[in-house]
């Protein structure tokens, strides 16, 4: 059994087979399924999707880097607004947050907007201290920024995942000093031109990794180019089984873990 634990299901990819996208999922021996948000309307989609499938799928707030533009600080408000009316403050059974997410900084595509990445960022940051919730971080070519503000809350944060991991040894070694933090580890792995096996193999302990598809995104050969789904992980696990010359039991259970550390129990 293993846990995916990034999977953007409430996407409208998967509104017409979700029922069957799970039940896949649950065939293929994935016993949990975590949801982060992108921004506001996906809130509210992540939420539904979570109370649809109690038993099964886990919800993660926030606001992407990719989503960050002149009105981020409306976005905020209004994810925390609807955090506390709607989550916080709703029935016994309805869903809680599992996590802050996915919230990071991006400047691969463009700039533009680097000054309000990094004040979401941080606003962010200081919401998963005060209500002691773990981050799933994204992050693409602004790894030392990240870092630099994760320095200043490490010690008052209770972890996270710094997810779709695809960098080298150097910005592995740098992730992983922050020790209740893992990496997220999912299609790339499979890739034919990736490197990451070596470096996984070579600096990161296998305790220090979580399953992920960011499914519908990132499916793992020889899915590759078709919509991704938490069934697929099972090549990942295949992969990271080889890569650090274990049984695919022992990849599921370390990973498994790994995740309870740092999400809790869901
Ligand atoms: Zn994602």
């Known amino acids: 059994m293993f846990i995916d634990t990034h999977c953007h299901l ?99 595509w463009s700039r533009e907007f680097e000054q309000q990445q990094l004040e979401a960022f941080e606003e962010q940051v200081r919401w998963a201290v005060e209500m002691q919730l773990p981050l799933m971080i994204h992050c693409r070519k602004a790894q030392n920024e990240m870092v630099h503000i994760i320095k200043r809350y490490a010690h008052k944060l209770p972890g996270g995942v710094f997810h779709c991991f695809t960098g080298n040894e150097q910005e592995a070694l740098q992730l992983l000093e922050f020790d209740r933090f893992v990496l997220g580890i999912g299609g790339v792995l499979t890739f034919k ?25 990132m499916a793992p050969v020889p899915m590759r180019g078709n919509r991704n789904e938490s069934a697929f992980i099972r090549y990942v696990i295949t992969r990271l089984a080889e890569t650090y010359a274990v049984s695919e039991d022992e990849v599921c259970k370390q990973t498994t873990d790994t995740a309870t550390r740092i999400f809790g129990d869901k």
């Open 10 to 108: 409430d996407g409208e990819e998967f509104s017409a087979d979700r029922d069957a996208v799970i039940q896949r999922a649950r065939e293929a021996g994935c016993e949990r399924i975590f949801l982060p948000a992108i921004d506001l309307k996906s809130c509210k989609t992540v939420f539904d999707v979570c109370n649809q499938y109690p038993d099964y799928c886990r919800p993660m707030f926030g606001l992407h880097p990719e989503e960050v533009r002149d009105d981020w600080r409306d976005q905020l408000s209004a994810i925390s607004n609807w955090l506390s009316v709607n989550v916080q403050h709703s029935s016994p059974d309805a869903q809680k947050p599992i996590a802050i997410g996915e919230i990071g900084l991006d400047y691969y």
């Open 193 to 217: 031109k990736s490197h990451l096996p070596e470096t996984l193999a070579a600096v990161v302990p296998l305790d220090r990794i979580v399953l992920e598809t960011d499914a519908p995104y």
